[in-house]
């Protein structure tokens, strides 16, 4: 594990060892967790990303080969 120092300001480090104590963790341990969280939902985003770019565009099937109206495709009946 590798040491490193933050400065914050010291209402700002009040509130993250008033948090940190709430959770019953030390600053430290908080910080990896909430970090580490962090990155785990950004390496998912990445994922799902990747995965929805490399999708092939598929094309509509229109019934009876017709393409339907404007107003048909902008149609909000459930919200009037």
Do not use: C
Not at 48 to 54: K, V
Not at 65 to 77: G, I, N
């Amino acid at each position: 594990m590798k040491n490193v120092t933050v400065s914050l300001p010291e209402d700002d480090a009040l509130w993250l060892r008033v948090r940190a104590a709430e959770n019953g963790r030390s600053v430290s341990s908080w910080l990896a967790n909430l970090i580490g969280e962090m990155r785990r939902r950004e390496d998912e985003y990445e994922v799902a990303m990747e995965r929805f770019l490399a999708r092939k565009p598929r094309k509509l099937d229109w019934s009876n080969h017709q393409k339907p109206t404007r107003d048909e495709l902008h149609d909000r009946a459930g919200l009037r």
